[in-house]
């Protein structure tokens, strides 16, 4: 398997503009999260989905970001305005059930953005 | 919420000295622990986990330890190599598959 998947790599857009960043899990994973990591606040779980379904977004930090995932393979991360302090590299990982629980997470290679 | 403290933030050691690396949690509930290793550019890597009913765990020159009672697990890397320089973080989970990260460690190895 590749992995999980992010696109794009690198993003930088003007501040009030709409930024989609896209990831693809392993395939058979149930599980998907997707991440922001900034210098000041660390690795931050924005919003987790569980079988397609959003469990946990209480990490979303406004209306402005909204996530999606329409089928087991792909997933939308979406900010609309963006502002310069979305500034950040979002993740994607995803992983599957465990008997006992967690299971290892896997990472994408993540999404730069600059919001400028 | 879970709060996760990692220290120290930042870790030099020579190479073939041993680095160790402390967390303490906040919920009594979390009873998953892994460790990730994040280089630079990349995402962040499973190194290795523990679970509550574990008090050590070892894979070649990497151990975890947990202490439940005290609410605090370790990272021990021994006979440290250059390659062995990044990020590392440890994280909590109470099994319900959140996980709660550090601030990071940065390790740097020096030949």
């Known amino acids: 398997d590749a992995g999980v998947i992010q696109s794009p790599r690198h993003e930088v857009t003007e501040m009030g503009q709409e930024v989609t960043l896209r990831c693809k899990p392993i395939?058979?994973?149930?599980?998907l999260f997707w991440y922001r990591q900034t210098m000041m606040r660390g690795l931050e779980l924005l919003i987790y989905?569980?079988?397609?379904?959003?469990?946990?977004d209480s990490g979303m930090p406004e209306d402005r970001f909204s996530a999606k995932m329409p089928n087991a393979s792909f997933s939308t991360l979406k900010i609309q305005p963006s502002e310069p302090r979305d500034s950040a590299v979002y993740f994607c990982?995803?992983?599957?059930?465990?008997?006992?629980?967690?299971?290892?997470?896997?990472f994408g290679q993540g999404t730069r953005l600059t919001v400028v | 919420g879970e709060n996760v403290e990692q220290h120290p933030s930042t870790l030099s050691v020579q190479e073939g000295d041993s680095a160790v690396i402390k967390c303490t949690y906040s919920?009594?509930?979390?009873?998953?622990f892994p460790w990730y290793k994040q280089e630079l550019g990349k995402g962040p890597q499973l190194i290795i986990d523990?679970?509550?009913?574990?008090g050590e765990k070892k894979d070649q020159r990497i151990a975890v330890t947990l202490n439940k009672t005290a609410k605090h697990f370790s990272l021990h890397i021994t006979e440290t190599q250059p390659e062995d320089s990044a990020v590392y973080f440890c994280?909590?989970?109470?099994?319900?598959?959140?996980?709660?990260f550090g601030a990071g460690t940065t390790v740097t190895v020096r030949a």
């Open positions: 523990i679970r509550s009913n574990v």
């Open positions: 919920d009594s509930a979390s009873n998953y």
């Open positions: 989905f569980n079988n397609n379904v959003p469990i946990d």
């Open positions: 990982a995803s992983s599957s059930q465990g008997a006992r629980g967690n299971t290892e997470a896997f």
């Open positions: 395939s058979g994973h149930d599980y």
């Open positions: 994280a909590a989970s109470k099994g319900d598959y959140k996980l709660s």
